[in-house]
């Protein structure tokens, strides 16, 4: 149950009249690629995706009555160094980022 079925009075009526699969009312698709073609939705992605991505990622482990830092945990090094071969974690949780507000969502597969 998402946060806002649990509102009050709140009742999801679906997507906008007309905007359905990407098409607007106009006609015209609009994709990922399209928006991002737009100035305003590049550097609202660009600006957000870069500002969670710098926000400080630490694994921490939990005790009867504190919380540790847990950086001996097999998931710190990934989490914090680098994800895959190739990738910084800021570009890996930049690029999450920016799957969640064009796509609304971000799958990651740990191997």
Not at 14 to 32: C, K, L, N, W
Request: some cysteine.
């Amino acid at each position: 149950m998402g946060l806002l079925t649990r509102v009050k009075g709140f009742e999801w009526a679906g997507p906008p009249q007309g905007f359905i699969d990407g098409r607007t009312q106009s006609g015209e698709v609009v994709t990922a690629d399209s928006a991002m073609a737009v100035g305003v939705i590049f550097r609202c992605v660009a600006l957000l995706g870069g500002t969670v991505a710098g926000m400080p990622l630490i694994t921490y482990r939990a005790s009867e009555d504190r919380l540790d830092r847990a950086t001996d945990h097999p998931i710190y090094r990934l989490l914090h160094d680098s994800p895959t071969p190739g990738m910084t974690s800021f570009i890996w949780r930049e690029m999450a980022m920016g799957h969640l507000l064009l796509w609304g969502n971000h799958y990651a597969e740990m191997i």
